[in-house]
Structures are given as C-alpha cells and as structure tokens.
C-alpha cells in the first residue's frame, strides 16, 4: 500500500510539473478515445433504433390492380389462420396516394400531375415477434407472396438484417482504427513519461544506490501514464457529450421521425466506464513502457 501510495502521489505531482509536454499525451488518448466513443455512440443508437424497428416490424402485401375481392380476402384469410400477426389493415389505392402526401408533403405537388394513381392497394401485417425470431413470419411471406392477385411482398425484416450487416462491418472497421490509435497514443505517453524520466535520472540514481524497491522506481512513471490516460478518457467523453448535444440541437425534430418520438442517447454508463478504463489501461501501458528504462 505503501508503494501505491507514493506512486500515486508522484505520479500526479510529476503530471503538474509537465503538465506542457502532457496535455500532447493527453490529447492522443483523447482523440483515440473519440474514435472508439464516437463509434459506440454510433453503433449504441442504430442498434437501439433496429430493436425498436424490429419490435414492430411488419410486412406489406401489394395487390395486382386488377385483383379482385375474392383473391384478398383468401389473402387475408391467410394471414388471420396463420396465427403469427398481431393485426393487419387494408390500404386502398386512394389511402396509398392521401398518405404520400401527408408524410411527402415537400413531394406531394408532383401527384397532381399523374394521369392515374400508381400507388398499390396493400395489406400491412403487423408480425409478432416471437414469430420473427423462429422463422414462421418468413414462411408466411413466402406462402401469400404465392398466392393470386400478389404483386409484391416487402418484409421490414430482410433490409433490418442488410442493415445490421453493414452495422457490423462499420464496427469492425472502427475497432481497427481506434486499436491503431490507441497504440500511437501509448507511444506518445510513452516519450512524454520519458522525458519526465530523464529530468530525474540523478534521483532515480540516488533510489537505486540506497536499496528502494523497484516499485518505487517505477510505480509514479506507470501512474503518470495512467493519470494521463484517465484525463483524455475524460476529455473525450466530454468532447462526445457536446458534439451530441449539438447533433441534437441542429436535427433533433428530424431525428424524433425515426426514434419514434424519442432521441439520441449517450452512452451509457457501463460503456463510459470502459471507455475511462480502456484510456487508463493504454497510459498506464505507455507509462509502463517508459518505466522500464528507469532501471
């Protein structure tokens, strides 16, 4: 404890004193902090949104325009026997067009000029999500996309899954430059813990020659390292907070469109604390690199 201690303590104490030469170590954590935040920010939101798009996912049925009553409601038939939707509704033609204009009010002046509506009547089911998970909502798209009178069947699900593939590829992509980062930013607390280093080397000198264990030698340059780590970890968070709030303020009404009324979210505080964690661990490793050099 005692060890711990002194390091602590020196370790801060030598922070203070370069604290110039520092805020460069500081800095490169805090912008390979950015990258990995930034991209759990990213990645938080999309998934949230893709549960809460999957929670209500639902498939719509496109009729022929000349399709006639019987084959709709054999569809419809179909779809209430088959014990896997929550509810469906009939969208005639006239109901397609009224609602394009309402939700494309900017795009609903080129309507006018159509000879004959080319919107098609449909019916939207409503599928439950137990259902999703066990592959009968995709049987049941299949069997009505056969029957007469079906012009097309879109299912939410089939671009969810599109969507979270890319999701996974930007993830990965991500980890790799923020681990490429995060490296450079080791490096650079590594040179700055160095220089501090070699200000003491006669002390240091002095630690050896009356017999002080290598932990006092070493445990305030390792300290350095992660105090320095902890404070970009920090600044990151705090750059991340404000550049949501500015997304926020700039395009929150347009965002409420896709999050149903909600919005953005930071991190939460599990992931926060990884990201502090993760800044500390890379000074730390950087501040341990340097130490080695000590004796």
Not at 240 to 260: M, P, Q, T
Request: net charge negative; hydrophobic share 55%; glycine share 12%.
């Amino acid at each position: 404890m005692r060890a711990l201690d002194y390091a602590i303590r020196e370790g801060w104490a030598s922070l203070w004193r370069n604290r110039g030469s520092g805020s460069f170590a500081v800095l490169a954590i805090a912008l390979a902090m950015i990258v990995l935040g930034a991209l759990f920010l990213t990645t938080w939101n999309v998934e949230h949104l893709l549960a809460q798009w999957s929670s209500s996912a639902e498939f719509s049925v496109y009729l022929r325009d000349d399709a006639s009553s019987e084959q709709r409601g054999a569809i419809e038939a179909l779809v209430d026997q088959s014990g896997v939707v929550t509810g469906r509704e009939y969208i005639s033609k006239a109901d397609a067009l009224g609602r394009f204009r309402r939700e494309f009010a900017e795009l609903a002046s080129l309507t006018t000029d159509f000879d004959d509506n080319p919107f098609p009547a449909s019916v939207e089911v409503r599928v439950h999500p137990d259902a999703q998970e066990d592959g009968r909502a995709d049987a049941l798209v299949r069997r009505v996309a056969m029957l007469p009178g079906v012009a097309d069947v879109r299912y939410d699900r089939e671009w969810l899954a599109r969507l979270a593939s890319g999701l996974a590829a930007v993830r990965g992509a991500g980890f790799g430059l923020a681990v490429v980062m995060a490296l450079a930013a080791a490096v650079t607390v590594a040179s700055v813990v160095r220089l501090g280093l070699n200000a003491r080397r006669s002390e240091l000198e002095i630690m050896q020659l009356v017999g002080s264990p290598i932990a006092f030698i070493r445990g305030p340059f390792i300290a350095e390292g992660v105090f320095q780590g902890g404070l970009g970890a920090l600044v990151a968070l705090g750059w991340l907070w404000l550049g949501l709030a500015v997304v926020g303020a700039w395009w929150g009404s347009d965002l409420r469109v896709f999050f149903e009324g909600g919005s953005l979210q930071f991190l939460p505080i599990r992931l926060c604390a990884a990201l502090v964690a993760g800044g500390m661990a890379v000074g730390g490793a950087g501040g341990f690199a340097a130490s080695r050099h000590a004796v």
